[in-house]
């Protein structure tokens, strides 16, 4: 499936702002590709798929995982809205015909981030987070060194998101502590 037909295909299962937010992501993922020299056509098709299941209804989401044998973790279970990472991986593999493991794995952990990961990973991470349309407090920072140290980026945006999490009492999935761990011990 050519990226125009995939584009077309996310519109019918978005609402026209997480459409638009995921064109955002899709153009900033591409921008920091060709500044970290990744793969650009990856990042492209990584950045528009990586919220493609976040618009569907918790039920459908529960449902599609049963379907799919996705398990979920205590916390995935309690925190809905981290569902559609995994979930968004595999509709990408069984409805926009991805095959790539990269792709897959960075639409898979975009949300939690993970241990080491991946530079594609990282990307999308960060242009999730970054993308002209983000306003939230604290973003010009994080945007200011993204095109200077990835990993410092990526570190920070790990960081107001653990702190924003924490602010609204919510849980915090240990992928995400696993990930700023192993960026400050391995990666800075
Ligand atoms: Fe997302
Ligand atoms: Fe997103």
């Known amino acids: 499936m050519d990226e125009s037909r995939m584009t077309e295909k996310l519109r019918q299962l978005l609402t026209a702002k997480r459409f638009k937010h995921s064109l955002a992501v899709r153009n900033e993922a591409v921008r920091l590709a060709?500044?970290?020299?990744?793969?650009?056509?990856?990042?492209?098709?990584?950045g528009l798929l990586h919220d493609c299941a976040k618009d569907l209804r918790k039920r459908q989401m529960l449902q599609l995982c049963n379907e799919f044998g996705i398990v979920l973790d205590d916390i995935c279970k309690r925190e809905k809205q981290l569902i559609h990472g995994p979930l968004g991986a595999r509709i990408a593999k069984e409805q926009f015909e991805i095959q790539d493991e990269d792709i897959?794995?960075?639409?898979?952990?975009h949300t939690t981030a993970k241990e080491d990961m991946k530079i594609l990973t990282k990307i999308i991470y960060l242009a999730d987070y970054i993308e002209p349309g983000r306003h939230f407090y604290g973003v010009e920072s994080i945007r200011a060194i993204a095109y200077h140290n990835l990993n410092k980026a990526v570190l920070s945006a790990i960081d107001s998101t653990i702190k924003h999490v924490i602010a609204k009492g919510r849980l915090i999935h240990p992928r995400t502590i696993e990930a700023r761990n192993h960026i400050l011990l391995y990666e800075q």
């Open 104 to 109: 897959l794995e960075a639409i898979y952990f």
């Open 34 to 46: 060709q500044h970290y020299n990744c793969n650009v056509q990856k990042a492209a098709i990584a």
